[in-house]
Nanobody, 117 residues
């Protein structure tokens, strides 16, 4: 059964950095696009970054230039590097895998990121 296991996150001061990792067990990596979403407290879930099966990436406007996303199909991991963190980056972060046809979606369980002084 494919599953996404997230790690990383935690608390950091504004201006700091954090790294989130998503381990994609039992996935045929070439067939999947991967995304990171976040849900700030009291708000809706929003797209943070995407990395497609061809390694093309896109980012939400609020994180452009600060966040980076990468994938390693051999190690079956997807990493979100977050720099110059702001209080507005606080939220629960979720990894999502989407089959290239869009027919199947998997979600990680989430990991909390808190940015505060």
């Amino acid at each position: 059964q494919p599953q996404l296991v997230q790690s990383g996150g935690g608390s950091v001061q504004p201006g700091g950095s954090l790294r989130l990792s998503c381990k994609a067990s039992e996935f045929r990596m070439d067939d999947y696009h991967f995304n990171w979403y976040r849900q700030p407290p009291g708000k809706q879930r929003e797209l943070v970054a995407q990395i497609f099966s061809n390694y093309t990436t896109t980012f939400g406007n609020s994180v452009k230039g600060r966040f980076a996303i990468s994938r390693n199909n051999i190690q079956k991991t997807v990493v979100l590097e977050m720099n110059s963190l702001e209080s507005e980056d606080t939220g629960e972060y979720y990894c999502k895998a989407e089959y290239f046809t869009g027919s199947t979606i998997f979600w990680g369980r989430g990991t909390l990121v808190t940015v505060s002084t």
